[in-house]
């Protein structure tokens, strides 16, 4: 079964420093996607970024790109010139792309606090 | 931009007791979802819906369980005797296809005493 852990159930940065959010994930399939959403407070989850698992690009969207490792099951997440609207709460996600399951596999999530 | 939206944000109800949560999903998206955390522990998987029928389910989503889908915008998620381990958040999602990305509701917060 597909697993996916959020090492980190906390992390502080500074604002307009770069932060580093980790996220590792166990599956035997060759396809799938990986996400990172982020909860503000009180606030649905939003989409972050999306990596398709055959690509070897890592994404980028504006501060936020990813650092795909495949081989290592890795996929963290880096947030450059940290605002204060990036405080939240970040969930890594799995997803097999193929028909027949497209539930999300979470972690359990990285609060991340930007102090001014 | 479109919303995920959910009621109520907070349900405090009593052990066996009946509740109902309450999504309205983006407007032209036709699959469903619903997800719980239980404070400290993941996100978990509970439901997918499509075409008026349940597509997939968890093992946590047993008997107790059940959606629905009463009309052209609302998706409900009903517990039909509640227990004190179903206290959590609620987590509802839609998606306009199924490979597509799902977009999430807020969340309502379940307590049950």
């Known amino acids: 079964a597909q697993t996916v852990t959020q090492s980190q159930p906390e992390m502080s940065v500074q604002e307009a420093e770069t932060v580093t959010l980790s996220c590792t994930y166990d599956t035997s399939e060759s396809d799938y996607y990986l996400f990172w959403y982020k909860q503000p407070p009180s606030r649905q989850m939003i989409l972050v970024i999306r990596q398709e698992a055959y690509k070897q690009q890592n994404a980028t969207e504006n501060r936020f790109s990813v650092n795909f490792q495949k081989a290592a099951k890795s996929f963290s997440l880096k947030i450059s010139d940290s605002q204060l609207g990036d405080a939240a709460m970040y969930f890594c996600a799995y997803r097999q792309p193929r028909s027949g399951t497209y539930k999300y596999i979470f972690g359990t999530g990285t609060r991340l606090k930007v102090l001014a | 931009e479109p919303e995920v939206t959910q009621t109520p944000s907070h349900q405090v109800t009593q052990m066996g007791q009946e509740v109902i949560l309450r999504c309205v999903p983006i407007?032209?998206?036709?699959?469903f979802y619903w997800y719980r955390q239980i404070l400290g522990q993941k996100v978990e998987f509970l439901v997918s819906?499509?075409?008026?029928?349940?597509?997939?389910k968890s093992e946590i989503f047993d008997d107790q369980f059940s959606v629905e889908r009463p009309d052209g915008s609302n998706f409900t998620l009903k517990i039909r005797s509640t227990k004190l381990e179903d206290s959590a958040m609620y987590f509802c999602a839609s998606s306009g296809r199924p490979q597509e990305t799902q977009y999430f509701g807020p969340g309502t917060r379940l307590l049950v005493l």
């Open positions: 819906f499509y075409n008026n029928e349940i597509s997939e």
């Open positions: 407007s032209n998206h036709l699959y």
